[in-house]
């Protein structure tokens, strides 16, 4: 899922400062293949910002931007000769609807062959201005208690859109390919066996398991992988602090992960 700095040879860690070509090849590559990449995924987990390095509006090294939802559909073309989108509906429940159908009609066709749901291990922007005006905050606790609550919620909520996607990567005409794409890797890096073990050993994996039972190897395949779109810390509009980026979690740790990242979806992009 994630490439740890000790497992990084000195060449990596050399192709590591050159995401942005490695970018620039990834979008040449797949620009002739008539792809069509659906982003799935909850509110404030990163997909708008997935959509944006795709397709050349965010470099590896930007300002990471304050959130702000997206409130329809979003789709990230290749610059030039177009034929690569990027399809990232938002992913507040109360906005699902029809752009998340499109997507699913997309699966249903054939259209779309590859699909990315992001999560975050629970730490998912959230747009109201303090944490005091969320829903899940009670009186007198602190920012760590209301984190530890808002994380477990984040992340049952990532497992019922899963449940609400497994259908259809069911049904998806022909092959599907799927990566998980656990981001946020700045905020969780020092848990990052239990974020693991979450992912892979748990109801996350169980579910996407029953979609490799339904339809075979031969047309179902599905990664793991992580990385951190941009680096920042995690705090509300009123200036909370809910999480900050992890001590130890270094340029090279980042752009490592960033370029495996990047080098696995090219590798699918063109299979
Ligand atoms: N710390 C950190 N923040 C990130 C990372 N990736 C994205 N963000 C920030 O998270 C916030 C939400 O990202 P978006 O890309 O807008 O999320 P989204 O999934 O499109 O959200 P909706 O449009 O509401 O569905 C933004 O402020 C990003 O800058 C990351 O790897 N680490
Ligand atoms: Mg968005």
Known sequence: ????AFELGAAFIKEGSQIWALLARLRNRIKHG?????????????????????????????????????????????KGDIVCTFVAPPGQVSRIGHDWHELYRSLASGESSGVINVVAA???????????????????MSEADFMRLYRQDRQSNELKLLQEIIPHLKSAKGSVWVVTLVNKQDLWWPERA??????????????METVLEHKGRQHFRHDYLSASLVLSNFRTDAGETLALTAEGYDHTIRLGNLNHFLRTIEALAVS
Do not use: W
Request: with cysteine; hydrophobic share 35%.
């Open 1 to 4: 899922m994630y490439v740890e």
């Open 34 to 78: 008539h792809l069509r990449i659906a982003i799935f995924g909850a509110g404030g987990t990163g997909k708008s910002t997935l959509g944006h390095l795709f397709s050349g509006q965010l470099t590896a090294d930007a300002c990471p931007q304050p959130y702000r939802e997206s409130l329809t559909s979003e789709t990230f073309k290749l």
């Open 122 to 140: 629970g730490y998912h922007s959230f747009s109201h201005l303090s944490l005091k005006e969320h829903r899940l905050y009670q009186e007198g």
């Open 194 to 207: 239990a974020v693991r073990a979450h992912y892979m050993e748990g109801a996350y994996n169980r579910l």
